[in-house]
Every structure is written in C-alpha cells, then in structure tokens.
C-alpha cells in the first residue's frame, strides 16, 4: 500500500474519508428538518479544520450533499483552496445521454476523486440496476473515478448484483449501507454486507454510523461503542482491514456525536488490530483508493 509520509517520521497520514460542506439555505437542504437544527448553518473549511485538529486528521475527502454540478463546481473549487481537502466526490448526471461530455467540464480538476448518486432518495427502488444509469457507470471505467454507492440496508441485494455488472470498477460503500442499529436488527444486512465483501474492487466507509442509532430518543446511547460494535464487527469481517475506511460524516455526525469522539471511539475499537491494519483504515486505504 502506498501511503503519504508526514514531517519524515514514516507516519501514514490520518485521512477523515466522507464529511460534508454547505452554505445552508432551507430550499437547497430540505432534508435538513426541525429535529436537526443544529445543522441549519453553514458549515466551511474554517469550520472543517477546527473540527479535525483535536481530532489528529491530516486531510479528508469532500463528499457531495446535493445533486448539482453547481455544488461539484463549489466543491472543488473550495479543494483547491484548501491544502487540507485533499479530494472531492461529486455529483454529475451519470444517467444522463449526455454523461461523458458533461465530464469533460472537469478535465484537469485533479481533486475530483469520484462521483455519487442519492440512490437511498430514488423513489425507483431498483434505481441502481436502471440501464441508463449502468451506462453510465460503463463510461467510468478507466477514468480513475470511484463510484460511491448511498443506499440503506434494503437496496444491498441489489448493489450486488450491481457491482458484478462492473468487475472493472472501482467502488465505495458509503456508512456501511445504513443498517436497521436503531432496531438493533443484524439480518440481513449482515449477510448481504459479507456477500458483497466478497467483490474485490469495493471498500467500505466506517461513518454515518451514529446517526443510524436511535439519536434522537438517546443521543449519548449512539456514542456507546456496545450499541456499534455488532455492526463494526460485520464490517470488519465483511472487507477486511485493508478495505475499510474511517469517515466522520461531519457534520451530521453533530446530531449525535462529536467529530473527535466519533474517531476516539472508532480508535478504541481497533485498538488491539495491528499497526499496518490501523494506519489502513485511519488513512492508508483512503489514499490508495482516491490516489491521494
């Protein structure tokens, strides 16, 4: 694994691989209702870097909040002004006829990482098996572009038979495909996370997990290590440690959690796994996957 060298000490770097950025407008971030007010502010990199320096993080990935080329645009934009975002996932109409030539737009944005689709809002629920959207997914290959994959724990039967249409394909999945942690329900995401483990050309992202509690009855429960240790557990067994990635999803992690506490409890968690296997999900897995 390739990995980056800080100030010389050999130390790989520590990659917070999935959080957000917006200037809040009500219009723009609907989902964002009543019971998360909290979020109902704009969220900058002033306010990025404030949050990852307790933390220890050295760089993260940018990942797209809304489905525009205006907000991708942002993004980027904000990236390259911005030593610490060291990568952007975007959005861009992958179903769209006119895929490839809209791309073409970002010829030499060299912080664009990778593209992803709402796939958990499509009131399709086999969006993600829509020819005209594989197509798109086709035009990817050799572009160097990961495809994240956004579904809750009742689309991964699906994803998987959406993956083997694309061997070629580099592919993330996003907050460990949303599990039922507030039900405290197990099956069958379990099965279906250690099914598509089984595909070589996809990671998978430790984050959102959190929010996937039961935030808002108990918000301190969801920061108990107990309540996300089954599913930490699949994950683990599911991809391994070399294909696992720590994701803060800050800021909607603030609903429930801190960005330093959420990595505090994930650093508990593997305290006891080897050196390598931790500076691969702490950083090293995201490097190589988004070729930082």
Not at 30 to 40: H, K, P, S, V
Request: net charge negative.
């Amino acid at each position: 694994m390739e990995s980056v060298i800080v100030n010389g000490t050999g130390r790989v770097e520590r990659i917070d691989a999935h959080h957000h950025l917006w200037r809040y407008s009500a219009e723009e971030y609907g989902w964002i209702d009543e019971e998360m007010a909290a979020l109902r502010r704009d969220f900058l990199p002033s306010d990025l870097k404030a949050a990852m320096a307790p933390a220890g993080i050295d760089g993260t990935i940018a990942v797209q909040a809304r489905q525009s080329l205006d907000e991708t645009r942002w993004l980027l934009d904000l990236a390259d002004a911005t030593d610490a975002i060291r990568g952007v996932v975007g959005w861009a109409p992958i179903a769209g006829e006119d895929f490839p030539g809209v791309m073409e737009e970002f010829d030499g944005r060299a912080k664009l990482k990778g593209l992803r689709h709402v796939i958990q809002d499509e009131r399709d629920p086999h969006y993600i098996l829509r020819e005209d959207f594989n197509s798109g997914i086709r035009a990817m290959v050799d572009s160097g572009l990961v495809y994240e994959i956004l579904i809750f724990e009742r689309h991964l039967e699906d994803a998987i038979h959406f993956v083997d249409e694309h061997p070629r394909q580099p592919f993330v999945l996003d907050h460990i495909a949303k599990p039922l942690i507030a039900a405290g329900q197990l099956e069958p995401w379990a099965t279906r996370m250690r099914e598509l483990g089984r595909r070589e050309n996809v990671c998978c992202k430790l984050s959102g997990m959190v929010t996937e509690a039961d935030w808002r009855a108990d918000p301190a429960g969801t920061r108990s290590l107990a309540t996300l240790k089954p599913y930490l557990d699949v994950a683990v067994e599911a991809f391994g440690a070399t294909r696992l990635m720590a994701g803060s999803d800050w800021p909607v992690c603030l609903l429930a959690t801190t960005y330093a506490q959420w990595f505090e409890l994930l650093r508990i968690y593997f305290a006891d796994f080897s050196e390598p296997e931790r500076a691969a999900i702490f950083g090293g897995t995201a490097i190589e996957v988004y070729q930082l």
